[in-house]
């Protein structure tokens, strides 16, 4: 089974570069399958893991950056693919 990992924080104002680097440098204890960033508008950035582990298993996951470069709580979210219909 494949399970997504999804990682996603809003940098404070102007500071969207800073984060997007702090993510790039941080490491996973295990490599995953694939790891794709993204970033947004508002200086907003998304990781999204992909392993081949059940939805319920401990993996990895990215740390929280310092309280001072984010505006708010890292939001985190874990999905499972649906078979096309």
Do not use: C, K, N, S
């Not at 950056?65 to 693919?81: A, C, K, Q």
Request: aromatic share 10%; charged share 30%; hydrophobic share 45%.
């Amino acid at each position: 089974m494949t399970v997504a990992l999804m990682w996603e924080a809003r940098a404070v104002a102007g500071r969207g570069e800073e984060l997007l680097a702090w993510v790039r440098a941080q490491d996973l204890a295990v490599r995953p399958l694939r790891r794709e960033t993204f970033r947004a508008p508002q200086d907003r950035v998304l990781v999204i893991t992909w392993w081949d582990a059940p939805y319920d298993a401990d993996l990895p996951e990215l740390p929280d950056p310092d309280g001072e470069l984010v505006t708010r709580t890292v939001h985190r979210w874990r999905f499972e693919p649906v078979a096309e219909g």
